[in-house]
Nanobody, 126 residues
Framework: VQLQASGGGLVQAGASLRLSCAASGRTVNIYNMGWFRQAPGKEREFVGAISRSGGSTSYTDSLKGRFTISRDNAKNTVYLQMNSLKPEDTAVYYC????????????????????WGQGTQVTVSS
């Protein structure tokens, strides 16, 4: 499975961006898909995740209400809609996919994700 993230860029505070992550290869092996981010000088952190069906999502508490995850299984693509962006949202955003059917979409652990994209840079200016 390969993951290709796109959609990052430089925006002003208050703007919106939508990130996409397209999966290819043996996508039948993919269950949950998630987004993580890593800000300069910080550890990578969980942003949110979505179940295989799309019926269950989870988010880190600080991002609830501003970020929304969705997926289109026909296109093997997961999206991260980011609204009201803040300078502290500046980070490299990574998409990830889990090949473990038993993992909950609420899992925030990187070890539960088997496949990772290359990351896309999001920079929010004040």
């Amino acid at each position: 499975v390969q993951l290709q993230a796109s959609g990052g860029g430089l925006v002003q505070a208050g703007a919106s961006l939508r990130l996409s992550c397209a999966a290819s290869g043996r996508t039948v092996n993919i269950y949950n898909m998630g987004w993580f981010r890593q800000a300069p000088g910080k550890e990578r952190e969980f942003v949110g995740a979505i179940s295989r069906s799309g019926g269950s999502t989870s988010y880190t508490d600080s991002l609830k209400g501003r970020f929304t995850i969705s997926r289109d299984n026909a296109k093997n693509t997961v999206y991260l809609q980011m609204n009201s962006l803040k300078p502290e949202d500046t980070a490299v955003y990574y998409c990830a996919a889990s090949g473990k059917y038993y993992v909950s979409a609420a899992s925030t652990r990187e070890s539960d994700y088997d496949y990772w994209g290359q990351g896309t840079q999001v920079t929010v200016s004040s």
